[in-house]
């Protein structure tokens, strides 16, 4: 079954010290638009979040968000040469403003680069690992709202399904109806204009385009194949976001048509209803991916 391009997932996961909150936000789109909101510790694994996310979903505007919280203090080392040199450095300073205070340790640790992290490669890979689990988690969270979501589309879209091949079966019914009297009243119009009948011959070729024009099985018979296979799409575990969109432009041309030709009342009002049952198919249809 289909599912809806509009979700929302979120996760966390906890590991190495550190909490990593995954957010996924999809909204309705053509094309598939990936945008990431990420830490600076994991800006250099943007390419592999895109294709995680791309692994997932075909079509949406969707919106990645990443964050990043410490737990425990990242354990550290410090640089005795370059705090040696600082220091040294400090010392000098204050000789040539002639100050005689010596540098003490809180002077020191203005300079945070005496302290040295651990591993950058190392430390870099955890954090990585640890956010792939959290947006793996996340994905899989908007997917089952996306499937839920599409659950409710389709179910709302079969019903108006129902509504549009009820209309159609309608003018059908009408049209069947039309024809034997439009051609009745062509004939009286004739006689009463002339006051005699014409040319049998003559009036049967206009008898027989009156109908051609009146006659809307070809549209009727097309819009039924047109539901038939919006109803195997809707079936469907496949994206079929786009082929909907175009079948249900399809069916809005033959209803155009129905209503050009319709030259009764009852049809006219059945094709105004049609065509707001395929517009609210279409917007149905444009939140599917």
Request: net charge positive; aromatic share 4%; charged share 25%.
């Amino acid at each position: 079954m289909p599912q809806s391009m509009t979700g929302f997932g979120r996760a966390e996961v906890i590991a190495y010290g550190l909490q990593i909150t995954a957010e996924v936000l999809s909204l309705n789109n053509r094309f598939l638009e990936i945008t990431c909101r990420l830490p600076r510790q994991l800006s250099s694994y943007e390419w592999h979040i895109r294709e995680l996310v791309r692994q997932t979903l075909s079509r949406g505007t969707v919106t990645v968000t990443l964050t990043l919280q410490w737990l425990e203090p990242i354990p550290r080392s410090f640089s005795l040469p370059l705090a040696r040199g600082y220091y040294t450095m400090l010392q000098q300073l204050a000789h040539s403003l002639g100050i005689a205070e010596e540098p003490r340790l809180e002077h020191l640790l203005c300079f945070s680069d005496i302290f040295e992290a651990p591993s950058s490669t190392s430390n870099d890979s955890r954090i990585w690992s640890v956010a792939q689990r959290a947006l793996q988690r996340a994905l899989r969270q908007l997917q089952q709202m996306r499937r839920k979501e599409g659950a409710n589309l389709v179910a709302d879209m079969r019903q108006h399904l129902r509504n549009v091949e009820r209309i159609v079966t309608a003018i059908e019914r009408r049209n069947r109806q039309l024809i034997p009297q439009a051609q009745q009243r062509l004939r009286e119009r004739v006689s009463e204009l002339l006051g005699e009948l014409p040319d049998p011959q003559r009036l049967s070729q206009e008898v027989a385009l009156l109908a051609t024009r009146l006659d809307t099985h070809e549209e009727c018979t097309r819009l039924r194949s047109h539901l038939e296979l919006m109803r195997q799409l809707l079936r469907e575990s496949v994206p079929v976001g786009r082929r909907l969109v175009f079948l249900l432009q399809e069916m809005l041309r033959e209803a155009n048509t129905i209503s050009a030709k319709a030259d009764d009342a009852s049809i006219s009002h059945w094709v105004v209803q049609l065509k707001e049952d395929i517009e609210r198919l279409r917007e149905q249809a444009q939140n599917l991916e």
